[in-house]
């Protein structure tokens, strides 16, 4: 899998919009861009994927941009309870193999600061 | 909503020792995932199964370790001598089927392993 590169943590005022980078360079045309979170003390849990074009579901925004070198994870309103590790991960959608393993990296730290 | 639930929450074992951790999948879900996370450090795939056998294995799964779908809703992993190093979160997922490179995988809260 392609590598990515997130910062180590950020920090955000609840209530406020956050946006959440990661560097992918050497990303493939066929691999997709997902992003999991795992608050503390749990397990990790899906937030949202795309491929090419901006997507947006009920827990964030996920702005691609047009060479899809970078991503950006946006949380419209942080909350107490989004603050978790935040991992972009590259999924191969063209690999072939019978099922697709997530490949962690560390991540980046949220804080939600009251 | 459906969800992962994993068994026991918290297990505590002598080096040497058999455990066997247990997952119950989500019900509709074909593909199914062990992942771990030893304290401070990047969660990390084991094994993913599908159709009764394994589908592919990461270099942590020796031979000490096996998973197997007993029955229709139960998905184990077994260490069959523990070590100090397997001490870990271990996390179960699951996964309704496979599309290219969009599914979304389902995690557990997992179960803490201590071995002394």
């Known amino acids: 899998d392609a590598k990515t590169t997130q910062p180590n943590s950020m920090e955000s005022n609840e209530e406020e919009p956050v946006h959440l980078p990661c560097n992918h360079s050497t990303i493939s045309g066929t691999d997709y861009i997902h992003w999991y979170r795992q608050l503390p003390s749990q397990g990790p849990e899906y937030v949202i994927h795309g491929l090419t074009s901006n997507v947006n579901n009920r827990m964030a925004s996920l702005a691609i941009a047009e060479d899809r070198k970078s991503s950006t994870l946006i949380l419209h309103r942080a909350t107490l309870r989004d603050a978790a590790v935040y991992y972009c991960i590259l999924r191969d959608g063209d690999s072939g193999a019978g099922s697709y393993q997530l490949t962690f990296g560390k991540g980046t730290k949220l804080s939600v600061i009251p | 909503e459906p969800e992962v639930t994993q068994t026991p929450s918290h297990q505590v074992t002598q080096m040497g020792q058999e455990v066997i951790l247990r997952c119950v999948p989500i019900?509709?879900?074909?593909?199914f995932y062990w992942y771990r996370q030893i304290l401070g450090q990047k969660v990390e795939f084991l094994v993913s199964f599908y159709n009764n056998e394994i589908s592919e294995k990461s270099e942590i799964f020796d031979d000490q370790f096996s998973v197997e779908r007993p029955d229709g809703s139960n998905f184990t992993l077994k260490i069959r001598s523990t070590k100090l190093e397997d001490s870990a979160m271990y996390f179960c997922a699951s996964s309704e089927a496979l599309e290219a490179g969009g599914e979304t995988q389902y995690f557990g809260p997992g179960t803490r392993l201590l071995v002394l």
């Open positions: 019900s509709n879900h074909l593909y």
